[in-house]
């Protein structure tokens, strides 16, 4: 029973990641490689993705269709809460002045944190209201592509 629930865990972490990954995020799995893309110049936006419900049906869905905009972060990283432990930790000290919230987004400009998109911004919300906050955001602290 427990090796089942585990596949089906896995297969939910796999499908996740694949899911960032095609849409163009890179996946950070640790510190080392977190502090190399924060280190980076110009603006990141780092989606905190997990294995819940609204991650799958809101977050993802919103990190997807948000950078299709005129004005988008330079870099797009995901750090995986609950799986990654070591590489969202490192991630989440960036993000001074904020609570640890998965599934978040935190925007940063040259490695300081701009601002962030809670998991009680997300929660309950539908993706186009995510996609429309994310926006917001870009067109305030984002570069026209």
């Given at each position: 029973?427990?090796?089942?629930?585990?596949?089906?865990?896995?297969?939910?972490?796999?499908?996740?990641?694949?899911?960032?990954?095609?849409?163009?995020?890179?996946?950070?799995?640790?510190?080392?490689?977190?502090?190399?893309?924060?280190?980076?110049?110009?603006?990141?936006?780092?989606?905190?993705?997990?294995?819940?419900?609204?991650?799958?049906?809101?977050?993802?869905?919103?990190?997807?269709?948000?950078?299709?905009?005129?004005?988008?972060?330079?870099?797009?990283?995901?750090?995986?809460?609950?799986?990654?432990?070591?590489?969202?930790?490192?991630?989440?000290?960036?993000?001074?002045d904020y609570p640890p919230s998965s599934?978040?987004?935190?925007?940063?400009?040259?490695?300081?944190?701009?601002?962030?998109?809670?998991?009680?911004?997300?929660?309950?919300?539908?993706?186009?209201?995510?996609?429309?906050?994310?926006?917001?955001?870009?067109?305030?602290?984002?570069?026209?592509?």
């Amino acid at each position: 029973m427990s090796m089942d629930f585990n596949l089906y865990v896995n297969d939910i972490v796999r499908q996740a990641r694949e899911d960032l990954e095609q849409a163009g995020y890179e996946q950070l799995q640790t510190p080392e490689e977190v502090e190399g893309a924060l280190a980076r110049k110009g603006t990141t936006l780092v989606m905190i993705n997990s294995v819940c419900g609204c991650a799958g049906g809101v977050a993802r869905p919103a990190a997807a269709h948000a950078i299709h905009y005129d004005k988008r972060p330079d870099h797009l990283v995901t750090v995986f809460a609950g799986q990654d432990r070591e590489a969202t930790a490192k991630a989440r000290s960036y993000f001074t002045d904020y609570p640890p919230s998965s599934p978040s987004f935190a925007l940063l400009k040259d490695g300081k944190i701009c601002t962030m998109v809670e998991r009680h911004e997300i929660e309950g919300h539908d993706p186009m209201s995510v996609v429309n906050k994310l926006q917001q955001y870009f067109e305030q602290y984002c570069e026209e592509v």
